[in-house]
């Protein structure tokens, strides 16, 4: 059985960075699809982008594409979230999620992490 | 871009039918698959469709994904409604370039 563990919770001021992680275990790493998906408070789901480890590639929407950098680390089967310049509305519940199968179906979900962003 | 836009919320009586509609907004709704996860108050979202209408193992057989190309969308039918299903639905789907699209997300109610 896979499973996705994250970092604990943050509380960074605005203008500031933060770096979010993502633990797998249970199953391969290199061959899946791993995104990260937010959500600020009482709002929706918002996809921020996603890699593939065995090729290193990333694919982030548009949004986010000068603020986010997603990278995965092999060697210890954990994929990174970075997040820059962070603004108030920043403030979310940020989610790792892994892929199976052709679909883009986001089998398996890490249990999310609390990003508070206060002066 | 492509967008998926779903109604705010939707509410049914125990034991009846519900159907959660996901409309695509500037792209058809059969380009790509559609998925579709719960999300209970302070937990992940978790599958319940994936690939327009498959269901995920341990998914009971009283959720159903279906798409209609006529009205562009895909629909999330939940039978014999229980107490334990409400809860917040969303559709998934992806553009040409393999990004990720959520809808907004339905809030059901079971009353």
């Known amino acids: 059985q896979v499973h996705l563990v994250q970092s604990g919770a943050e509380v960074k001021k605005p203008g500031s960075s933060v770096k979010v992680s993502c633990k797998a275990s249970g199953g391969k790493f290199s061959d899946y699809v791993f995104s990260w998906v937010r959500q600020a408070p009482g709002q929706g789901l918002e996809w921020m982008g996603q890699?593939?480890?065995?090729?290193?590639?990333?694919n982030y929407a548009q949004k986010f594409q000068d603020r986010v950098t997603i990278i995965a680390d092999e060697s210890t089967m954990t994929s990174y979230m970075e997040l820059t310049n962070l603004r108030y509305e920043d403030t979310a519940v940020y989610f790792c999620a892994r892929e199976t199968g052709q679909g883009g179906n986001f089998e398996y979900w890490g249990q999310g992490t609390q990003v508070t962003v206060s002066s | 871009n492509f967008m998926l836009t779903q109604p705010q919320s939707v509410s049914e009586s125990p034991g009846k039918t519900v159907t959660i509609s996901c409309t695509g907004i500037?792209?058809?709704?059969?380009?790509?698959?559609v998925q579709w996860y719960q999300q209970r108050p302070g937990s992940a979202p978790m599958s319940v469709i994936f690939e327009d209408k498959k269901r995920p193992s341990g998914v009971p057989d009283r959720f159903s994904g279906s798409i209609d190309t006529s009205t562009n969308s895909a629909s999330l039918t939940i039978s014999g409604l229980k107490t334990e299903d409400e809860a917040d639905y969303y559709c998934?789907?992806?553009?040409?370039?393999?990004?990720?699209?959520f809808g907004g997300g339905t809030k059901l109610t079971v009353l």
């Open positions: 998934q789907s992806y553009d040409g370039n393999n990004r990720k699209v």
């Open positions: 890699i593939i480890p065995i090729f290193g590639t990333t």
């Open positions: 500037s792209g058809r709704i059969d380009s790509n698959y």
